[in-house]
């Protein structure tokens, strides 16, 4: 029975030189059984890397609203809003400092706020500005123009309580997100979902091209572990769900799934305290792999138990019927020891 923690070992050390750390055993037994996949979207099938688009100060932003007095450019809309996203590290706001060009001087802001799943706020020379998505200028009931959502992302800014205009950015699919779905699908994954904070133009047409069974758009993060809990309570019988996400505003769902899988190079902190499983190299086709050394990891122990009893049984009815020899009694012992041993070992190759 040496041969289990074995397996369980040789499995981990696997999958860690495939770039893949397993936090503990019971893990990969879970993982073995999962046949629903939960992904964020920002930064873990996408790059989350987003460049600036277009940027629209009100009144060219086809909102019917004449650019009049105070009207700014479109370099002063960006360098509110890379101003006021100076302290954030969610990817939007790193694309913006980095469009800007503009050194983070934090003489010129104050009191910045970052709400998970809306934006910033920040007072910046003195203004209030508010940098983030349209949930955000719900909440701060300030009407903006309809920006054109469908080709991105969207960063809404306002100044002082006024809409500014916005700026459109977009962020690429990782290059081996499609191919990980459906090499997913080919292991057993049944179930393919995304969730997201982002519009649902943009999340719809990420989910398209990737073939997601569903889309859930514009969550926040308390929002997204609600729907993995709903997803959880439709599981039937032993059938797992696991959830991939890079952590930003997604920690609580990493801790609330079967399994959570993080993405272990962009990925905060706390998603990789919160997570299971860490993805050394932020690629989706990593999952697969977890995915295939957990099942052969499993299958390698039942192999095992079925091996090592079934030899075993045999011997004590060739022992009552008295055809048993000693050597094959030191078969049934250290024979079916060392096969079960040189067989646990080839969990070590993914
Ligand atoms: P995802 O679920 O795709 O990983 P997030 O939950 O990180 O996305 O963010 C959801 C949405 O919230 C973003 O698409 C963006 O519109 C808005 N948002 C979050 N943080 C910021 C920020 N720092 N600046 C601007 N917008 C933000
Ligand atoms: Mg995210």
Redesign the pocket.
């Known amino acids: 029975m040496v041969s289990i923690p074995l397996s369980f070992f040789a499995s981990i050390g696997g999958a860690s030189r495939a770039g893949v750390l397993v936090k503990g055993s019971n893990y990969l037994e879970a993982l073995s059984q999962v046949t629903c996949m939960v992904f964020?979207?920002?930064?873990?099938l996408?790059k989350g890397v987003f460049e600036v688009q277009e940027v629209i100060p009100a009144g060219d932003a086809g909102d019917g609203s004449a650019p009049g007095e105070g009207s700014m450019s479109g370099q002063e809309l960006l360098e509110y809003a890379a101003l006021a996203?100076s302290a954030?590290t969610?990817?939007?706001?790193e694309c913006?400092r980095r469009a800007c060009g503009l050194q983070p001087d934090l003489g010129r802001v104050k009191d910045i706020t970052?709400?998970?799943?809306?934006?910033?706020t920040a007072l910046v020379d003195g203004k209030k500005v508010a940098?983030?998505?349209r949930?955000?200028m719900d909440k701060l009931g300030i009407a903006c123009g309809r920006g054109p959502e469908e080709d991105g992302?969207?960063?809404y800014v306002a100044v002082d309580g006024r809409y500014a205009g916005c700026i459109r950015i977009a962020d690429s699919l990782k290059e081996s997100s499609a191919e990980a779905m459906a090499a997913l699908r080919r292991i057993g994954v049944k179930k393919l979902v995304m969730?997201?904070?982002?519009?649902p133009a943009?999340?719809d047409r990420i989910g398209q091209s990737l073939g997601m069974d569903s889309v859930l758009s514009e969550?926040?993060?308390g929002d997204?572990v609600e729907k993995v809990e709903a997803l959880l309570s439709e599981m039937p019988g032993k059938e797992k769900l696991a959830f991939a996400?890079?952590g930003?505003?997604?920690a609580p769902v990493l801790g609330r799934a079967d399994v959570g899988i993080a993405m272990g190079a962009m990925g905060s902190d706390a998603a990789i305290e919160a997570a299971d499983i860490v993805l050394m190299h932020d690629d989706p086709m990593q999952i697969v792999t977890a995915i295939r050394i957990a099942k052969k990891c499993m299958r390698i122990v039942y192999e095992n138990i079925v091996f090592a009893i079934g030899v075993k049984l045999l011997c004590l009815l060739l022992g009552a019927l008295g055809i048993a020899n000693m050597w094959l009694a030191i078969f049934a012992d250290v024979g079916v020891l060392v096969i079960a041993v040189l067989n646990a070992i080839r969990a070590l190759r993914v």
């Open positions: 964020d979207k920002t930064g873990t996408t996203e954030s969610h990817p939007i706001s913006l970052e709400t998970g799943g809306h934006g910033v940098a983030g998505n949930k955000m992302t969207m960063v969730l997201t904070g982002d519009n943009a999340a969550l926040l993060p997204k996400g890079d930003i505003n997604d």
